[in-house]
């Protein structure tokens, strides 16, 4: 359902992504693990087109952006909309209500009219477990719950893929479950997810493969049980080890 091939990125003379190629099947949950400054938000943000690749093909659902060419404007917009993308910073508009802030995309971007996106709000809210802090302002509800939102507002979009870019790293530890718990839900639902984070026990427990990526390559991908006891390569048993 997914398609990378060839993936590079390149910041200045940095080059952070040096040929990823990677497949997600519908339905799959993929972890992407490994150590910091590995690029692993700069290949989410890839799929989103929150960067522009400097090189590569990447396809969703048959739809296909080559950057070895020009890349039109429109296509972009329309390819990202495809993908919903939870920030580990949340980033809900502070001036807006919980499901105002998730009804926004839907009026805003795809033109819903305005008594239907509300309804879809709603029981979006609900299903994260926020039906009774509909009304509440970002600033009034915990860091868990406003991940909640966030991932309902993502919802709202109604993507195809869900791309969660360490959701929970800002989050006080006793709140990191709620969150985890919502994410479960959504790919026991069938949802396609990639998933940057370093919750091992959430890439144990969803996961049905884990990647991990050092120095801007995929060094190893495999099941989680194959990847946590029986690593393969080198590097991501040294990484594993230090982590666990
Ligand atoms: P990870 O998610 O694995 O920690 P990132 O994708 O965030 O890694 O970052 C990979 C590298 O790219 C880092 O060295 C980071 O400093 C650099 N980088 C990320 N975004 C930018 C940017 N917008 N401009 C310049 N360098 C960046």
Not at 7 to 14: A, E, I, M, P
Not at 28 to 53: A, D, H, Q, Y
């Amino acid at each position: 359902m997914i398609s990378i091939q060839g993936l590079y990125k390149q910041f200045g003379k940095l080059e952070v992504l040096k040929g990823i190629d990677l497949e997600v099947a519908k339905g799959n949950v993929v972890v992407i693990i490994g150590p910091s400054g590995s690029g692993k938000t700069t290949m989410l943000r890839c799929l989103n087109v929150l960067e522009t690749p400097t090189k590569g093909v990447i396809s969703i659902e048959g739809n296909t952006l080559d950057f070895s060419r020009t890349v039109p404007k429109k296509n972009i917009a329309s390819f990202r909309r495809l993908t919903g993308m939870v920030f580990q910073s949340y980033n809900l508009f502070p001036h807006k209500t919980a499901i105002e802030n998730v009804m926004e995309g839907p009026i805003i971007v795809k033109r819903e009219n305005k008594d239907f996106a509300r309804k879809k709000a709603q029981t979006l809210l609900e299903k994260v477990g926020l039906g009774d802090k509909i009304d509440f302002y970002p600033a009034q509800l915990s860091g868990g719950q406003q991940q909640r939102v966030g991932i309902a507002r993502a919802l709202a979009m109604e993507p195809k893929v869900m791309l969660f870019d360490e959701p929970t790293s800002a989050l006080d530890p006793e709140l990191v479950g709620e969150v985890l718990k919502v994410m479960k839900d959504l790919a026991n639902e069938g949802m396609t997810m990639i998933v940057v984070t370093h919750e091992m026990r959430f890439a144990r427990e969803a996961a049905d493969e884990v990647i991990f990526m050092d120095q801007g390559v995929v060094v190893e991908r495999n099941k989680p049980e194959e990847i946590f006891t029986n690593p393969k390569e080198e590097r991501t048993k040294k990484f594993l080890n230090m982590i666990q």
